[in-house]
């Protein structure tokens, strides 16, 4: 049963806040939105509350911005959540990390069910804990027939391995004879890499003022507009959201080529 008491109200937004979205609605709304959710330790740290108060904090901010993504019609939000590097945090901060699926997932499952919210998954499953990784896989599950927007977790993702396996697979392809090396191109490279099903993300945000990639999509981000905000990820709001897609509509993409 979705637990409104411990982590907040059905989410319902403001009139102002119903108006900025339909104004945005009027331009193009980026499909594929990545996020690299910084800033949970120094929200804690400020509060001089334990890290994992802070991580406790961003999930929140997780329901919310998911929340939003759909209502704008994003079809894919990419959420980094722990990266393969994350293992040399202290034992107890990942403990908790890793229970933090469960936790929301446990709470706002029927919630996603109901706004046709379809979980998925990058990483590397076989290093998660049983109990992460179950959570995670009875979402993929049950929300498998939604079409609405694609909620993605990047857990113990990192691009580099990701890479490095895309190779290998690319090699041994070639070796049985799948592929020829002729054939090889920036779109069939893709399709080895664990974001085969998505399109390549149009936005980055990075929260905290942290402005670098930290081994996430670096094949993918390649022609991706990035907006990058001081606002710790436990403070970032709805407004947040709306001011980095009003920045987005702004950018001219030209991909390399001219207007
Ligand atoms: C980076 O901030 C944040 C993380 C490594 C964890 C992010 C996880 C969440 C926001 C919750 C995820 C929720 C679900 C549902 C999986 P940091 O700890 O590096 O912050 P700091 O740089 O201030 O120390």
């Known amino acids: 049963m979705f637990n409104k008491f411990r982590l907040g109200k059905k989410q319902e937004h403001s009139s102002t806040l119903r108006d900025k979205i339909e104004e945005l609605k009027k331009q ?5 939105v990545a996020i690299i959710m910084d800033g949970n330790g120094r929200w804690a740290k400020k509060r ?7 991580h406790h904090e961003g999930m929140k901010v997780v329901r919310k911005t998911t929340m939003l993504a ?5 079809k894919a939000l990419t959420l980094y959540a722990f990266s393969t590097e994350n293992w040399k945090r202290p034992k ?35 290093q998660l804990p ?8 009875k979402a993929i599950e049950e929300t498998k027939d939604n079409n609405g927007l694609v909620l993605n977790f990047a857990l113990n993702y990192g ?9 290998k697979q690319v090699l041994n392809d070639s070796k049985n004879g799948i592929l020829n090396e002729t054939d090889l ?13 998505f399109k390549d993300p149009d936005l980055l945000i990075r ?7 930290s081994n996430f999509m670096l094949w993918q981000l390649a022609y991706s507009e990035f907006w990058f905000t001081d606002v710790l990820w436990p403070d970032f709001s709805e407004n947040h959201l709306l001011e980095a897609i009003e920045v987005f509509q702004k950018r001219q993409r030209r991909f390399g080529g001219i207007l």
Do not use: C, W
């Open 207 to 213: 929260t905290s003022g942290e402005i670098r990639l």
């Open 48 to 54: 001089a509350l334990p890290r994992v108060a802070g």
């Open 185 to 197: 191109n920036e779109d069939i490279f893709s399709s080895y890499l664990m974001t085969s099903e």
């Open 28 to 32: 193009p709304i980026p499909e594929h």
């Open 70 to 74: 759909n209502k704008l019609g994003i």
């Open 130 to 137: 049983v109990h992460t990784l179950h959570a995670i896989e």
């Open 92 to 126: 107890n901060e990942v403990e908790y990390i890793m229970r933090l699926p469960e936790e929301f997932l446990g709470t706002f499952l029927p919630e996603l069910v109901e706004n046709n919210v379809q979980v998925k998954m990058i990483g590397y499953k076989n």
């Open 159 to 167: 691009s580099r391995a990701e890479i490095i396996d895309a190779v």
